[in-house]
Structure formats: structure tokens, C-alpha cells
């Protein structure tokens, strides 16, 4: 009995450890220094848009939309998701040959493109139904060089709890684009104007980063050869085999939507489309990646051997984020319309019309996203595969059934967040249920 008494005594203490932590220098603080970063730059970037839709149009923005949905679809195979690993090793020698692998591979992906786009541009662009996307081919390439090496240099930075140089760089990433896009608007360089400001904003920080990673990895002599690089790729080939297509699939649900709705309806209604998805359901995916960040930090460091303190993690992750999503995003489904108006012009009432539906798909994707990185640590990548591939395959259904059916825009936009909503509850439920399962 006093055995029994002790245990439980020792369990309530650990259990308050952990809510401690997470309230105050824990999780709760790694959110907060992130987030002070992620708020910062979507008020720079807010601020600029109603700015932007005085100066673009709105096919302006749906070649925007589209650009960045390519960009976002081969994104993941810069570095075969390899990066994604630099937080999970004991040791820094190996988190160290990962992030040299991810460099190397970014290298070869990039040359690799470029003779892909140069040979066989004109034909791969048509078959995907991108066409208008050709004269930027080399900015599409850009765009992923610069986005992947960000990563990599935010999930080292994530390493080693070093997490107040990705707020900074988050800051410096959403002015500078948004400069350059005012900018190149008001010389009248609207051609290319979005789409240079987006692959600047996505360049934005990686010095001040790059300098954090030459200062934390010592060069020894035979720390990157050939046998440890090889070496280390098998060890997390887990990574590449399941993550890849995993996240390409995460990707593709996001970003088709965007494409699919330019080939069926027109550049202009893929305006409105991109401009809603972008105030609403972007900001959402980034406050999503920047709790996850945080989150994905301190979990890592748990480990899948105490997978009840991640548990408990999780559950006070989903219920913040609830609280803090709940009055925004209800404010956008009940009046967005009237706000876009207001906002952006009259000329982009239908974004408006867009953002209401959208707004119920924000909100469960801002609960799932974070708690997803439950999987990576749990070695459940083959689950995060599944749900990722139910997902893509609801998006695919709901666009060619809307297009077949002949479904008005705003009727096909409804269908698509309702559906998306549907999978992301259910994938929190997979992820909670996969915690309380005794290991």
C-alpha cells in the first residue's frame, strides 16, 4: 500500500512537472519566442495585401497561386526529407552528416531540375496543365533552392533550441517580400513582380542562419566522408521511403486545389482563390508549422519511450490552439465577405465568398498539422503515409466529382473544406488514440 502510494505520489509530481514546463520555460516558451516571429511577419504580410490587390489583378494572383503550388509540390524532394531527421540523434556528429547530406542532395535535385525544365519544359508545363508557368522556370528553381536550404538550416536551429534566429528571419522574410512586391508593382513591373518578391521572401534570413550552423559544426577530418554520408542515409532512409512521398502528398492536397481550380475556371477565379488561401488558410498553415516546430523540439527530446508526457503535450497543444483560433476564424466564416470588400476591394468579393468556406478548413488544419509530428517520433511514419494519401484522395474526388457535377466555384470551394475538415479531425483522432495505446 505504501508502495502503491509512493507511485502515485511520484506520477502526480511528474505529471505537474510536465504542465509546469510546458506553462512556463517549457514547450510554452519555445511557442511563444516562435510565434512572436510568425505574428510578426503575417502583420507585415497582412498589412501589405490590400496594398498588392490595388496594384495586381487578379490573374495577377493566380499565376501567383499557381507558381507557389508548383514550387510547394516538388519542394520535397530538394533533400529527400533527409532535414526532417537533424532533430532525432543522440549525437551531434550525426545530426551534423545529415544536414551535410541535405546539402548535397539540395545541390544535385537543383542541376537535376534545371536539364529536366531546359529538355523538356515546353511538354512537362503542358501536360500539367501549367503552361504560363514556363517563362518562370528558373525562378521556379530558385524558389525551391532557397526555400529547402531554409529548412535545413531552421531544422538545425531547432536542434539546438536555438529557435529565436527563426523568429527573426520569419520577420525579415515577410518584409522583404512584401518591399519587393509593392515595389516592382509601383514601377509597373507587374509580369514578374509577385513572383520575384516571393522567391526573395523565401531567400529572406538564410545568412544570419547559415552563420548559426558554421559556428555549431566542427570540421574533423573524415566527419563527412563518403562511407558516414552513405552510412547515415540508410540509417534514416525511413525518411525518403516514407516521408517523402508522405509530404509530397501532404503538399499536393494543399496545393492542388490552387492548379486544378486555374485549369477548370480560369486564371481570375484562381485569383480569388489564391488571395482567400493565402489571408487565411496560409497564415493558419504557418502558425500550425510554428507551434509544430516548437512542439516537434521538445518532443523529440521525450522520446517514444515516454509517450504519456507526449500525450499530455499534445492534448494542451490542441486545446490552446482551439482557444486562440476559435474567434478569428468564426469572425471570417460569418462575415468575410463584407471584410474582403473592405479590405482588398470590390473586386475581390468572390475571394471573399472563397474565405468563408475556408475558414472551417483553417481551423482543423491548424489543430492536426502540429500534433502530426506525433508520428515522426512515435516511428509511425508508415501511418502519417496513410493519412496523407486518404487526404490527397479526397481532394482529387471532390474536384473532378465538382467539375463533372458542374459546380459553381464557391459551391466546389465549400465541398473541398468540408471534406478537408472531415479527414483533419479524424487525423487527430488517429494521433491521440496512437498516444493512449500502452506501448
Not at 238 to 257: D, E, H, K, M, N
Request: net charge positive.
Amino acid at each position: 500500500m505504501l508502495e502503491l502510494d509512493r507511485l502515485i505520489h511520484l506520477f502526480t509530481k511528474k505529471l505537474a512537472a510536465i504542465r509546469a514546463g510546458f506553462s512556463s520555460s517549457g514547450l510554452m516558451g519555445k511557442i511563444l519566442v516562435l510565434a512572436s516571429g510568425a505574428v510578426a511577419s503575417r502583420i507585415i504580410g497582412f498589412a501589405s495585401v490590400p496594398v498588392l490587390t490595388r496594384l495586381y489583378t487578379p490573374e495577377d494572383f493566380g499565376v501567383l497561386g499557381v507558381f507557389t503550388a508548383t514550387v510547394a509540390l516538388i519542394l520535397p524532394l530538394g533533400t529527400l526529407r533527409y532535414h526532417v531527421a537533424v532533430p532525432l540523434p543522440k549525437y551531434d556528429s550525426i545530426a551534423n552528416v545529415l544536414v551535410a547530406l541535405s546539402l548535397i542532395l539540395l545541390v544535385i535535385v537543383s542541376i537535376l531540375l534545371g536539364i529536366l525544365f531546359e529538355t523538356v519544359g515546353t511538354v512537362l508545363f503542358e501536360v500539367f496543365r501549367i503552361k504560363e508557368l514556363y517563362a518562370y522556370r528558373w525562378w521556379i528553381i530558385c524558389a525551391v533552392g532557397a526555400t529547402s536550404f531554409y529548412e535545413i538550416m531552421q531544422f538545425y536551429c531547432l536542434r539546438k533550441g536555438e529557435l529565436r534566429p527563426i523568429a527573426i528571419t520569419q520577420m525579415h522574410q515577410s518584409f522583404l517580400g512584401a518591399f519587393v512586391k509593392i515595389g516592382s508593382g509601383l514601377l509597373g513591373f507587374q509580369k514578374y513582380g509577385l513572383i520575384i518578391g516571393q522567391v526573395l521572401q523565401q531567400a529572406g534570413g538564410l545568412v544570419r542562419l547559415t552563420l548559426n550552423l558554421y559556428k555549431g559544426i566542427r570540421f574533423r577530418p573524415g566527419a563527412f566522408s563518403l562511407k558516414r554520408l552513405y552510412a547515415v542515409a540508410v540509417r534514416y532512409k525511413s525518411f525518403p521511403l516514407t516521408r517523402l512521398p508522405s509530404q509530397f502528398l501532404l503538399i499536393a492536397a494543399v496545393q492542388f486545389p490552387v492548379i486544378l481550380i486555374g485549369s477548370s475556371y480560369g486564371k481570375e477565379i484562381a485569383g480569388q482563390f489564391a488571395l482567400a488561401f493565402s489571408t487565411l488558410a496560409v497564415p493558419a498553415v504557418f502558425v500550425a508549422q510554428t507551434v509544430g516546430s516548437a512542439y516537434y523540439s521538445e518532443i523529440s527530446k521525450l522520446g517514444a519511450g515516454r509517450v504519456q508526457e507526449v500525450r499530455l503535450l499534445t492534448i494542451a497543444v490542441l486545446k490552446r490552439l482551439s482557444f486562440v483560433a476559435i474567434v478569428p476564424l468564426g469572425g471570417v466564416f460569418l462575415f468575410g465577405e463584407s471584410l474582403f470588400v473592405v479590405v482588398f476591394g470590390s473586386d475581390w468579393r468572390v475571394a471573399g465568398q472563397f474565405s468563408q468556406a475556408l475558414s472551417i478548413y483553417a481551423f482543423f488544419q491548424l489543430l492536426a498539422t502540429p500534433v502530426m509530428h506525433a508520428l515522426t517520433v512515435m516511428n509511425k511514419n508508415g501511418k502519417f503515409l496513410m493519412l496523407n494519401l486518404v487526404r490527397t484522395f479526397v481532394v482529387i474526388i471532390t474536384f473532378y466529382s465538382g467539375e463533372l457535377a458542374g459546380l459553381a466555384s464557391s459551391d466546389l470551394v465549400l465541398a473541398y473544406s468540408l471534406g478537408i475538415s472531415l479527414h483533419y479531425l479524424w487525423t487527430t483522432y488517429v494521433v491521440i488514440n496512437l498516444l493512449a495505446m500502452p506501448r
